[in-house]
């Protein structure tokens, strides 16, 4: 938690500049920005803003879903752990 603001936007955004050209082209992404969006019951929410060139909007779900692959994999590698609601009884 508290490297939620500044850490892992950071991170996140290597991750995304490092691989992200495989699938968009490097020549076609204008500027990619990663920031800590909400905090919710129980997850941490960010939002990825990808400025793409002209030639990349045709390509844009292989795009989106390249986004989301990428930043699993940073989840995974940095041992960041998405959270998944649950409910907890306790009995008396």
């Known amino acids: 938690q508290a490297a939620a603001t500044n850490e892992i936007p950071a ?7 490092a691989e992200l050209p495989r699938v968009a082209g ?4 204008v500027d990619l920005r990663v ?7 129980s997850s941490l929410d ?4 990808a400025d793409l060139a ?16 990428i930043l699993v994999d940073a989840c995974n590698a940095n041992g960041w ?7 907890t009884v ?3």
Request: contains cysteine; proline residues 12%.
């Open 11 to 17: 991170k996140m955004r290597e991750k995304l500049l």
């Open 26 to 29: 490097a020549e076609n992404i």
């Open 35 to 41: 920031f800590f969006s909400c905090a919710n019951s």
């Open 46 to 49: 960010y939002t990825i803003v």
């Open 54 to 69: 002209g030639a990349a909007p045709p390509n844009a779900p292989p795009i989106a879903g390249a986004i989301q692959r």
């Open 81 to 87: 752990s998405i959270p998944f609601p649950q409910m």
């Open 90 to 92: 306790h009995q008396a």
